[in-house]
């Protein structure tokens, strides 16, 4: 097994696009579960801190070491089945989703989760339940999860099945490949009925696998996995809308949202993306064709069969005309590099401003939040005139179908990060009043752990320790994501 502690070649594990910065001694390359295994124990013993990595393309500092050492999981990459009869893909943690879908598309297989980055490895996406765009018709990663290996921070192997083990009267009893029990208490917390990412996921009579789904590499290292895919669509309708009052753009999400869950004739969104006029102005660089007299443009995607394909094009087109989008300038996309060039126009706003992020030094300031689609309107408005009225530069984008905002400021001095950082607490406070979410995709890692008190409390969040306590009784594992280390 590779192993390597000298700091120029482990400095990339030091860092992610959050630009949260670590330490640590030594950076594990395991080819197999026996070599993580032997790993996990021997640092269990000795009570060494350990940080699974991924890609390092997540945006909360989990992956992030603060000491002790880390296991990269890269070598883990084998696809191992595609199963076309039964609809499902099995492969290691470090296959990188990029990678898996094309595999799957070669296959005509649609694999639905698909944060923006796809350079991200499978096992990480599980750890922090990633969601993307098609999310809105097709739900987060969590929803594909069929079975898992892990390796506890003890070193006991579970392999858990998707509707095989549930909580009774608040507990869950694991079951280890050594048939050793381990009992877990789930405690009484109410969760968001938004898309969510806070904390681990709790549920009355939950199944076992959900609470490993999006814990952030803080209860288990995943090793394998069995995934859903489904058929491919035959065809999709991808469009970029502009729009010139802001107000016009977000009733376009809304209605379009309500006709795509009535679902009738089949219009039905797969996904629902929103750009406000910063953000169109900060691609207008790379993207010229960008309409310079909007104030917000709406990404939609429509999945169509020839025998729909007129009937639901004309839906479209009556409810942006309705909407006043503006129909001079409409990009609809057919042909797949027309379909791509949308695709990078949506990747290429959350990349810059990360890129931005790290050049100027910062940590990044962007918002994560969800609230109840009733009150996503109101909410929006709120957020765009708090950082307005502030002065500091920000760029607004966001999975706006699922009512989730991605409102990031662009500081240029300390002062004004300063400035950022309590405009940013105002807007979780103010989602965790509307009942939503403080993190809806990406986590809380270890920027965030004082929206996840916010959110829970110290009771909810003490609760949700009992649980890794019992997991991992000498906190070695993921130490200072989600919760402080005391
Ligand atoms: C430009 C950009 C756009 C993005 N867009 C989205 C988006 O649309 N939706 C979204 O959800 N996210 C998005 N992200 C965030 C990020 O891509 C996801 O969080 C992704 O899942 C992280 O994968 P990674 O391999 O880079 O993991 P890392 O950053 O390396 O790790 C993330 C977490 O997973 C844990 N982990 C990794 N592997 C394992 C394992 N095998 N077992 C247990 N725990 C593990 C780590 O300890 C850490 O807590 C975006 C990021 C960028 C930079």
Redesign the pocket.
């Known amino acids: 097994m590779i192993k390597k502690t000298n700091q120029d070649e482990i400095e990339s594990f030091l860092v ?2 959050s630009n949260y910065k670590g330490n640590c001694d030594v950076v594990y390359f395991p080819e197999s579960e026996d070599e993580i295994i032997s790993i996990i124990k021997e640092a269990n013993t000795n009570k060494i801190p350990v ?10 500092g ?2 992030v070491p603060d000491s002790g050492i880390v296991i990269s ?1 890269e070598k883990l990459n084998q696809i191992i089945e595609i199963n076309r009869e039964e609809n499902f893909i099995i492969v290691e ?2 296959v990188i989703l990029s990678t898996m879908l094309e595999k799957l598309k070669e296959q005509n297989l649609l694999y639905p989760p ?4 796809q ?3 499978i ?11 098609k999310t809105f018709k097709y739900g ?1 990663t969590r929803d594909y999860v069929l079975s898992l290996t ?1 390796i506890l921070p003890t070193g006991d192997e579970i392999e858990l099945e998707r509707g095989k083990c549930f909580s009774v009267n608040n507990k869950l009893t694991l079951l280890t490949k050594e048939k050793k029990s381990i009992d877990v208490v789930i405690p009484n917390i109410e969760m968001p009925k938004t898309k969510n ?1 806070s904390g681990y996921f709790i549920k009355e009579n939950m199944d076992a696998i959900d609470l490993f789904i999006g ?4 209860l ?4 394998k996995a069995k995934l859903k895919v489904l058929p491919s669509p035959i065809n999709t309708l991808s469009c970029v809308v502009f729009f010139e009052k802001e107000e016009d753009g977000i009733n376009f999400v809304s209605k379009s949202r309500e006709l795509s869950r009535l679902n009738e004739n089949n219009f039905s969104a797969r996904a629902l993306e929103f750009f406000d006029r910063k953000a169109l102005q900060f691609l207008k660089d790379d993207f010229n064709e960008i309409d310079n007299s909007a104030s917000c443009a709406v990404w939609f995607e429509q999945e169509i069969t020839s025998d729909n394909e007129d009937a639901l094009t004309e839906e479209w087109f009556n409810l942006i005309e309705q909407c006043n989008g503006k129909s001079d300038n409409i990009w609809v996309a057919m042909q797949e590099v027309d379909k791509m060039r949308i695709k990078e126009f949506r ?1 290429a706003i ?2 810059k401003v ?1 890129e931005y992020i790290s050049r100027n030094n910062f940590r990044k300031l962007g918002t994560d939040v969800a609230v109840p689609d009733d009150v996503f309107s109101d909410f929006y408005f709120y957020c765009q005139s708090l950082v307005a009225e502030s002065g500091i530069d920000s760029v607004c984008y966001g ?1 706006f179908g699922n009512s989730h905002i991605h409102l990031n400021m662009l500081p240029k001095s300390d002062d004004e990060f300063l400035h950022g950082k309590s405009l940013y607490k105002n807007i979780c406070e103010k989602a965790v009043e509307l009942k939503g979410t403080v993190s809806a ?3 809380i ?1 270890k920027i965030k752990t004082d929206y996840l008190l916010m959110m829970f409390g110290v009771e909810g969040v003490n609760k949700m320790r009992e649980i890794k306590k019992i997991l991992d009784p000498n906190y070695i594992l ?1 130490r200072g ?1 989600m919760f402080t280390p005391d």
Do not use: K, Q
């Open positions: 992610d696009a940080t699974v990595a991924g890609n390092g393309t997540g945006l909360t989990a992956r999981t943690t470090g698909d944060p923006t980055e350079n991200c490895f096992g990480a996406t599980i750890a922090t339940n990633a969601s993307g765009a987060p892990i990412a814990s952030e590499g803080t288990g290292i995943i090793t990747h959350s990349y990360n999975h995709e990406h986590g890692g993921g994501t």
